[in-house]
């Protein structure tokens, strides 16, 4: 397995909606596991496959926090929401593609999502808590959407000039 770089925003592949897709092959098998390879190394809970330039829509997720319990790594290929709860939750949100930025968003308390697993397989299954947050704010980047979307456009401009500022000193060293 490989650690993939992450895309740092901005950068136009992280507004893109990604492509669906077709059969599991061993190459996307392979994505898969990079991709998870990847965020516990991070370290985060969840990574979206535009966050490491591909252009796909593949999704995976641990979000296991209780020390000591079993890791509980998903993969999720062309996931989609199929009901949403009515009740909301609102979570400090980061990501690993705008470094050390946090900030509240809200969101459905729950939702039900159908994917093809690393299998093949399709599947569903209701997410709560951390899991429910993890699972949109990844299909977000799916769909070219950050978290920070939904914030106020002076605030959002404030953090988008910070990662200017971080990859143009990144890209000194
Ligand atoms: O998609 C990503 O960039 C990974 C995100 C996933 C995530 C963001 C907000 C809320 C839940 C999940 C994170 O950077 S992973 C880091 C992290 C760890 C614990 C809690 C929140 C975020
Ligand atoms: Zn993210």
Same mark, same amino acid.
């Given at each position: 397995?490989?650690?993939?770089?992450?895309?740092?925003?901005?950068?136009? $592949?992280?507004?893109? @909606?990604?492509?669906?897709?077709?059969?599991?092959?061993?190459?996307?098998?392979?994505?898969?596991?990079?991709?998870?390879?990847?965020?516990?190394?991070?370290?985060?809970?969840?990574?979206?496959?535009?966050?490491?330039?591909?252009?796909? $829509?593949?999704? @995976?997720?641990?979000?296991?926090? #209780? #020390?000591?319990?079993?890791?509980?790594?998903?993969?999720?290929?062309?996931? #989609?929401?199929?009901?949403?709860?009515?009740?909301?939750?609102?979570? #400090?949100?980061?990501?690993?593609?705008?470094?050390?930025?946090?900030?509240?968003?809200?969101?459905?308390?729950? @939702?039900?999502? $159908?994917?093809?697993?690393?299998?093949?397989?399709?599947?569903?299954?209701?997410?709560?808590?951390?899991?429910?947050?993890?699972?949109?704010?990844?299909?977000?980047?799916?769909?070219?959407?950050?978290?920070?979307?939904?914030?106020?456009?002076?605030?959002?401009?404030?953090?988008?000039?910070?990662? @200017?500022?971080?990859?143009?000193?990144?890209?000194?060293?």
């Amino acid at each position: 397995m490989t650690v993939r770089d992450i895309l740092i925003h901005p950068d136009p $592949r992280l507004k893109k @909606v990604c492509a669906p897709v077709g059969d599991i092959t061993p190459a996307l098998q392979t994505l898969a596991d990079d991709m998870l390879q990847t965020m516990y190394e991070a370290p985060g809970i969840g990574l979206a496959a535009p966050q490491v330039g591909e252009l796909k $829509r593949l999704l @995976v997720m641990d979000c296991v926090k #209780e #020390e000591g319990a079993p890791p509980r790594p998903m993969v999720l290929f062309n996931p #989609e929401v199929t009901w949403a709860s009515d009740a909301t939750n609102v979570y #400090e949100e980061g990501c690993l593609s705008i470094p050390d930025q946090y900030a509240d968003v809200e969101r459905p308390a729950e @939702v039900k999502v $159908r994917w093809t697993d690393r299998d093949g397989q399709t599947q569903e299954e209701q997410f709560d808590g951390l899991w429910a947050t993890c699972v949109q704010h990844e299909i977000d980047h799916l769909n070219g959407k950050l978290f920070i979307d939904y914030l106020k456009p002076l605030r959002r401009q404030m953090i988008t000039r910070k990662m @200017v500022k971080l990859k143009r000193e990144r890209a000194r060293l």
